[in-house]
């Protein structure tokens, strides 16, 4: 096992110790492992799967499937056919949206996800019920930035088809009451999508203690790298689904006026795919394993009641997240008072340490929240102590410049 006290060393990027990254709900930063990984396969196995019946092609197709079962033992699918690759859980979203939505869905039918979602999981269901003439409905939260038992209740109902949701908030960090939103769909009968991008990489995700219908993730959020995402789905449902995207090698025959469709996962992958990127994602999964993701779970959850508790003796400062430990992940929104989030981030970044600012793709949360934007801390398993406390000394320095503007403003 890896030792976590350890790690930064592993990331090329921390070599000269000037940056302190908090913005892996963005993107990740990337091991060594996976990057020479990805180098290794292009200069000695580049070929294109499926298409050949040459060495190189037959390497690069075990490389592939290899990576799809890593993937399906990482997660606990059944089988590997469940695992279908995408760019990203955005087009995994999108996937769903057409192939289970808009070939499903009848008038009159309810789609139901929380205000809580990010525009990937929530601008295909707008188009996709207002063309099947449904109803989108939303789940909303509490004063402690949670979904309680008694939403999940009133909002699930007989007329609901499909139930979308985060598992975790990439604004507040709640971590969302899974079991008893999938136990209330399944009990209505229908179908549950997780979005598990902000969980992923933070502690194990299992899809059939979960029961979930379908689950999507990106690789780029999990240390490995940019465009690779994975769409999970239960074999008797992605076998009824149609095609998404049509072309080279998701296809069985084609005719002049008709076509059949390959057997999954091929169905669901049309045109040359991005082996380099999944042999990245299948590295960052050995990567992850080699730490445990028990470990990686510990380690997180000390690091953000260390910046929650440091965080919230700051009088300046207003947090939008769960009051209750248990129930964040590895994400803290905050305001500086009467500091716009972007000056806040700009100035931060003067000073070494990177944080997000804006809506986070989630405008509608903002909306319901009454703001406009936050600055988000959001953490790897790289970081540590050192970098909460350098983010309160930046925190505190920006504060005392603007205090005296703000006190005249008020």
Same mark, same amino acid.
């Given at each position: ?8 060393? =592993?990331?090329?990027?921390? +070599? ?19 990057? =020479? ?6 200069? #000695? ?20 499937? *290899? ?11 059944? =089988?590997? $056919?469940?695992?279908?690759?995408? %760019? ?19 008038? *009159? ?73 999938? /136990? ?36 780029? #959020? ?14 008797? @449902?992605?076998?009824?689904? @149609? ?23 091929? #169905? ?34 000390? &690091? ?6 440091? @965080? ?8 939008? $997240?769960?009051?209750?430990?248990? /129930? ?18 700009? &100035? ?5 340490? $990177?944080?997000?600012? *804006? ?9 319901? @929240? ?9 953490? *790897? ?5 050192? +970098? ?18 703000? %006190?005249?403003?008020?």
């Amino acid at each position: 096992m890896m030792k976590i006290k350890d790690i930064k060393k =592993e990331f090329p990027i921390f +070599d000269d110790g000037k940056v302190v990254y908090l913005d892996s709900g963005a993107t990740s930063q990337k091991p060594k492992c996976v990057l =020479e990984d990805m180098r290794d396969f292009y200069e #000695k196995s580049n070929a294109n799967p499926y298409r050949g019946a040459y060495g190189l092609s037959v390497k690069a197709t075990e490389v592939y499937n *290899g990576a799809r079962e890593k993937v399906a033992k990482f997660i606990n699918a059944k =089988e590997s $056919c469940e695992i279908i690759f995408t %760019k990203n859980a955005t087009e995994s979203l999108n996937l769903l949206a057409y192939s289970l939505g808009l070939d499903n869905l009848k008038k *009159g039918d309810e789609v139901v996800i929380s205000i809580m979602e990010h525009h990937s999981n929530l601008v295909p269901w707008q188009k996709v019920t207002k063309a099947k003439e449904a109803k989108l409905k939303y789940l909303y939260i509490n004063d402690n930035f949670e979904i309680d038992e008694k939403e999940i209740e009133k909002k699930i109902t007989k007329k609901t088809k499909i139930v979308s949701i985060t598992s975790v908030s990439n604004v507040l960090g709640t971590i969302n009451n899974l079991e008893a939103i999938v /136990k209330k769909a399944h009990s209505v009968g229908a179908v549950v999508i997780v979005d598990a991008s902000q969980s992923v990489a933070h502690h194990k995700v299992d899809v059939q203690s979960l029961d979930a219908d379908f689950l999507v993730f990106s690789a780029h #959020k999990m240390y490995g790298p940019l465009g690779v995402g994975v769409l999970y789905g239960k074999k008797k @449902l992605l076998e009824k689904m @149609l095609p998404f995207i049509m072309g080279g090698d998701m296809i069985e025959f084609v005719y002049e006026q008709e076509t059949t469709f390959a057997q999954l996962p091929n #169905k669901f992958e049309a045109g040359t795919q991005n082996v380099g990127g999944v042999v990245g994602l299948a590295s960052a999964i050995d990567f992850l394993e080699s730490v445990g993701m028990k470990n990686i779970e510990k380690h997180e959850r000390g &690091l953000i009641s260390y910046a929650y508790d440091k @965080l919230s003796r700051l009088p300046y400062l207003t947090l939008l $997240c769960p009051k209750d430990k248990s /129930k964040m992940s590895s994400v803290i929104s905050f305001n500086v008072k009467g500091v716009h989030p972007h000056d806040v981030s700009t &100035l931060l970044d003067l000073k070494g340490v $990177c944080v997000r600012s *804006g809506n986070h793709c989630a405008q509608p949360l903002m909306r319901f @929240l009454g703001i406009d934007s936050t600055c988000r801390i959001s953490f *790897g398993l790289y970081n540590t102590k050192e +970098d909460v406390d350098a983010l309160g000394v930046a925190l505190g320095e920006i504060y005392e410049k603007f205090k005296k503007y703000i %006190k005249e403003e008020n």
